[in-house]
């Protein structure tokens, strides 16, 4: 029953295979892969080598990023085998049903963040399987000591510390196995010399870093000349090894709402059926009087805090936009197997408990188990509800070309000879991968990641695959001084308006996702209206606004959902633009389509006030800008709200009202400035 569940899903998994790149750090893996580079930090050193061989196997023929999702897919269903294989472990015979299992194995299987991390490429999967594995390895040592599962355990680590850093959180578990058994365990130095042997070798994939910065790869993002280096990659010191960056906030109200948002994850992908099932199986296990069994389970829950409310708290996750909630919702994935194990436990504690009623209450042999068959059938709602639920947004990514086509987007209006400086996860991976897989995009285009130009180890990179580019200062302001040397050789581009304190008389205009550096004395409004029209009448993501509008489940996948984050901004800045001109239906029409796009941003509350204003419209443009006043005191809408008192209304009377709420705004921000 468990080989042919686990076949069924691989055929699920695969028809359901999303070819391309869909948004998040996806991107950035499939680039490292095809340039044979190492991706942020940690590097995924195992995950790019494993990468690099599936890659280069052109007998399939599918793209680059969809070759790299087979990875995601084995590393799934391999988790999934394992996790049959604790069940199994930990509850045969007593509590062991293949019923209940096959059950839980497909509500797990079908659950949005195991079926979404199955289908893309991402690093997730292989972490999971590793973290499983490493489990299921220390279950097996603690209940027969034989030293070979210590061997396995220590490859496991050294090739999970070749790939991802959160793999760490299963060790605690392990440490108490260990413990608990120390006074059986008979380690020799022969055995402890093999352990240190096992390790090492796994830790050998890290030797891609070494390789990849020694060939000046395109995409590297660190100094891997030294151990030192090598750690700070491993252990994204630059991050912060258990944060998702340096600008997480550590209020402590920050960091309870994560387990709030941890909490309403759990119920929307598992439901309250999954909720009352783990509160079922922690009460048994709370009573139960099986020593054994609780030890076994203990380590279970060791777990589930550990890669869930340990980590959420302590890592604390920015809580707004998308994006940053698609970036905590990847964590979910190896806690959400450890859960599973609970749930498993809970629905055979339900299904006993039914099946203790029913004993009681029926006598008759035939409708005893009639009722039992029902209830066994009822129990598959659950694993059919999750794929009831799910197939719609993950059917969606399958030939969803969103994410590339903004990297299309990006590239294709660029003039040559031109450098493109990007900055932003979503506009940057995108690209990165349509640039690198698609050699033609490359011919007189350099694309250049600008925060990496702040790092020493860039700029050799730059030089070797660039040679015709000059990069200028070894310290100081290097994204301007790169700018100001080459401005004369190249187009440049950029998807931020970066400072130009000695380039006075240059400017950054809009022409769709990205400025262009212009001179003023070469700026052209007339030109600049005629690129914007001819950007957003050819542009690859044409009507994306209208996939909006019928509620495309695509956009139920939250990186993805990040694209339109991208769009709106051009279309912000594109209403600016025709603000400044005073053409006001067209402005209009592109602050209405940010709206669709992204209707939680402020930015889209400011241009609409300011088009009221120019409009004469000054009640309207006030009602407008108070609204996002509402939600945040930003300096753009006060200023705003002064710009309406000073240049819209007339009478003093209405000037001086104003000019009291303004003075009201200002206050309220000093003390929110104050609390923060």
């Known amino acids: 029953m468990s080989s042919f569940t686990l076949f069924f899903l691989l055929l699920v998994y695969l028809v359901t295979l999303s070819k391309t790149i869909f948004g998040g750090d996806a991107g950035d893996l499939v680039s490292a892969i095809i340039t044979k580079g190492f991706a942020h930090p940690p590097g995924y050193s195992l995950f790019t080598l494993l990468g690099i061989v599936v890659n280069s196997l052109n007998f399939i023929t599918i793209s680059p990023a969809g070759r790299v999702t087979l990875i995601s897919i084995v590393s799934t269903v391999l988790s999934l085998y394992f996790f049959i294989k604790i069940i199994k472990v930990l509850f045969k015979p007593k509590y062991y049903s293949g019923w209940i299992l096959t059950i839980t194995v497909g509500v797990l299987a079908f659950n949005y963040i195991i079926w979404l991390y199955a289908i893309v490429p991402e690093v997730f ?156 199986a922690f009460i048994y296990y709370y009573k139960s009087t099986n020593k054994h069994l609780k ?15 340990f980590f959420f708290f302590y890592a604390n996750f920015p809580l707004s936009g998308s994006f940053f909630f698609a970036t905590m919702e990847r964590f979910l994935h190896g806690f959400y197997f450890f859960l599973a194990i609970f749930i498993y436990f809970g629905l055979w504690v339900i299904y006993d408990l039914i099946k203790k009623i029913l004993n009681i209450l029926i006598k008759n042999l035939f409708l005893k188990k009639f009722s039992l068959f029902v209830v066994s059938i009822f129990f598959l709602i659950y694993p059919f509800g999750q794929l009831a639920r799910n197939i719609r947004p993950i059917l969606a990514l399958k030939n969803n070309n969103f994410a590339e086509n903004l990297g299309r987007d990006v590239l294709t209006f660029t003039k040559p000879p031109s450098i493109i400086l990007l900055s932003q996860d979503t506009v940057l991976f995108d690209t990165q991968y349509i640039y690198f897989s698609q050699p033609r995009f490359q011919k007189n285009k350099i694309i ?50 970066y400072p130009l304190p000695n380039l006075a008389n240059y400017l950054w205009v809009p022409q769709g996702i990205l400025y262009k550096l212009e001179k003023k004395s070469a700026i052209s409004n007339t030109s600049t209206e005629q690129i914007l029209d001819f950007f957003w009448k050819n542009y690859f993501n044409m009507g994306i606004e209208q996939q909006v509008i019928n509620n495309n489940p695509i956009f139920k996948n939250l990186f993805t959902a990040d694209i339109l984050r991208a769009y709106s901004i051009a279309h912000q800045n594109t209403a600016y633009f025709y603000l400044e001109q005073k053409k006001l239906e067209k402005a209009l029409g592109h602050i209405n389509t940010s709206i669709i796009l992204k209707p939680d941003d402020l930015d889209n509350n400011f241009l609409l006030s300011k088009y009221y204003e120019i409009a004469g419209d000054c009640l309207n443009s006030q009602m407008v800008i108070e609204k996002a006043l509402a939600e945040s005191t930003d300096s753009l809408y006060i200023n705003q709200l002064k710009d309406i008192a000073d240049n819209c209304y007339q009478k003093e009377s209405e000037k001086n009202k104003m000019r009291q709420k303004i003075k009201s705004y200002q206050q309220n921000a000093k003390i929110k400035l104050k609390s923060f």
């Open 295 to 309: 030890l076994l389970l203990t380590a279970v829950l060791i777990n589930i805090v550990s890669f869930g409310p």
């Open 125 to 280: 999967p292989l972490n999971t399987l590793l973290i499983t594995s490493c489990f299921y390895l220390s279950i097996l040592f603690y209940k027969s000591n034989k030293v070979f599962y210590l061997y396995i355990l220590s490859l496991i680590i050294g090739l999970a510390t070749s790939h991802h850093h959160t793999f760490f959180l299963v060790l605690p578990a392990l440490m108490f196995l260990l413990w608990k058994e120390r006074r059986k365990i008979r380690v020799t130095i022969f055995s402890l010399f093999i352990c240190l042997l096992m390790f090492f070798t796994g830790l050998l994939p890290n030797l891609q870093l070494i390789i990849a910065y020694n060939n000046k790869a395109p995409i590297i993002w660190g100094n891997a000349t030294s151990l030192k280096g090598i750690i700070y990659i491993l252990l994204r010191q630059g991050y912060g090894t258990f944060t998702a960056g340096s600008f997480i906030t550590n209020l402590p109200i920050h960091r309870f709402l994560q387990l709030k948002n941890l909490f309403l994850f759990i119920l929307s992908d598992f439901t309250f059926l999954g909720i009352i099932a783990f509160a079922a």
């Open 448 to 497: 250049i990641h600008a925060n990496k130009l702040l790092t020493d180890f860039y700029g050799p990179v730059l030089s070797s695959q660039y040679p015709q580019l000059k990069l200028g200062l070894k310290k100081g302001n290097r994204i301007e001084k790169l700018i100001e040397i080459n401005k004369n050789r190249f187009n440049i581009y950029s998807n931020e308006k």
